[in-house]
Structure formats: structure tokens, C-alpha cells
């Protein structure tokens, strides 16, 4: 901890909770996560997904390995895994199927944890059952995309769940570690609106929020409603205001899983800033310093 920065989960400049200072601290070394995709789909496509149906997919030890290889040079060192369930709606099966692949992940090589992406709607009590089950073997963290409070805006992108919904959900996990998505910059929503569920978000208080900026990608509704101009994206100045505000509404034990977004350069539309991801992350650096303000300063 320097003696300028006040906030103290950190250990760099960071004035937010981070993934990397999260797990470091709980494993005692560098924990990277590994995407896995084992074709899971989703009950509705909303209007900003682009995943395929017909996409290939290869086994999951495949995956693990080739995904390895490829982050060896950057983090060569002491390194331990996460085993993410990452594309689709990772309990949108039947439970004898994702027991299998839920299994066959925490006995990956170095793999000290597992998260699994999915929707508060789809969780049956059997399934609930089986991650309480899988959170007793490995460290768990359940992934839950709110994106957003307001149920006009829900209902706009096709969600096709209300926050009442995903709060019957998110109570279901009691005693799971739980990871809420919200997105930035969805169609009809102001800062205050976003502003409105980051709070709704703090005061459930999961140990992990992801911070997503909404992406415009090619060979979805979006796209064409962007293009139709019913919408503008965000700029960068907005986006860092917004998430900056944000930040000082979460509590500081809340770790944050993603401040800003990963658009690969084929698929995104609009806007095309974030894939400087960097700057991203440097502009709200920057921005906390310069306002003295770190993350749960304005906390309830």
C-alpha cells in the first residue's frame, strides 16, 4: 500500500477493488481465467448477441490447454486457473450433463476455481443443488447477468426477465459467491438510470461485479438499430464518468471482475474506443486520482 492512494484493497495505483488483487490475495499468486465454451445456448437471444448456434466445439481439456499456451508468455511465472463457463447460459441443461463437464473442469491442472456464467432465470432447484454441491469441492462464483434494474430497458434487448426475476434468482444463491453483471450504455438509459443499478446492485452486495461497456457488434438486432440511429453510443469521456461514479457506490469489498470490455476488432460496430482497452482503464485511473475518490466513497 503507497502512501498516496486511499483506498485499501490495493496494492498498486488502483483505487478499485480488482480481480487480480482479489485472487492474489486468496491464492497467494497470479490467477488467470480460462474461457470455456461447451455450446450452452440461452432461453432468449437479446438484442446485442452475436453468439452463434452452430458454433464448433471442442473438448473442454482442449480448450483448457490451448487457452494456456497462448497466456504462458505474458504470465510465465507462479500461475494458477479458473475455469470459466463463459458463453451461453452455462445451466441451461440437464444436471447429469453439467455435473460431467462441471466436474471434468476442477480436475483441470492448476485449476483452483471455477466460474459459471449464467441467467437468474435459470436456476431450478436441482441446479441450485448441484452448485452448492460443485461450491463444497472448489472456490465457486456464480455469474449473473442483470445488466440493468429497469424492466423498460429490460424488455427493449429482449431479456425476457424482469429484476424481480433475477432477484428471486440472485436470493436462491444465498451462501454462493455470486458476480453481477451491468452493463453501460444500453439503449434509453441515462447516467442516472445506470447510476440507479449500480446502487440496486451495492446494496445486494455480491462478492463480484463485472462493469461492461454495451458493445454494437456485427449480425445482431443492435446493429441495425444503431445504424437506424434509434440510439447513440457512448463516448469515452461518458463512460469513464459513469463508471467512476459507479465505482464510489459499490462497497470496497466487492471486487471488481471487468471495469471496461474485450471487443475483438472483426466483430464490433460501434464504438470503436474500447479497443484501446488500456486507455480505457488508464482514463479512469486517471479520473480517480484526479477527483481524490476511490471505489465505496460514496457507499450506503
Known sequence: MNNINPFKFSDTNKRYHTFDY????KFGCKCV???LDCGFGCPSRCT?????????IIPIVDQFEKAKIQYKPKWPGDVKYIAYFQTGTNTYAPVDVLRKLYYEAITLPDVVGVNIAT??????????ELLREIADVTYLTVELGLQTIHDVTAESTNRRHT?????EGFLKLRGINTCVHIINGLPGENKDMMLQTAAAVADLHPACVKIHLLHVLKNTVLETQYFNGEFEVLSLEEYVDIVVAQLEILPPEIYIGRITGDGLESELVAPLWPLKKFVVINEIDKRMVNLDTWQGQSAR
Open 163 to 167: 429484476f424481480s426475476d433475477f432477484l
Open 22 to 25: 482479489f485472487y492474489r490475495n
Open 48 to 56: 446485442y448477441c452475436n453468439i452463434k448456434n452452430d458454433r464448433e
Open 119 to 128: 441467467r437468474a432465470d435459470i436456476l431450478s432447484d436441482e441446479v441450485v
Open 33 to 35: 481465467k480460462i474461457p
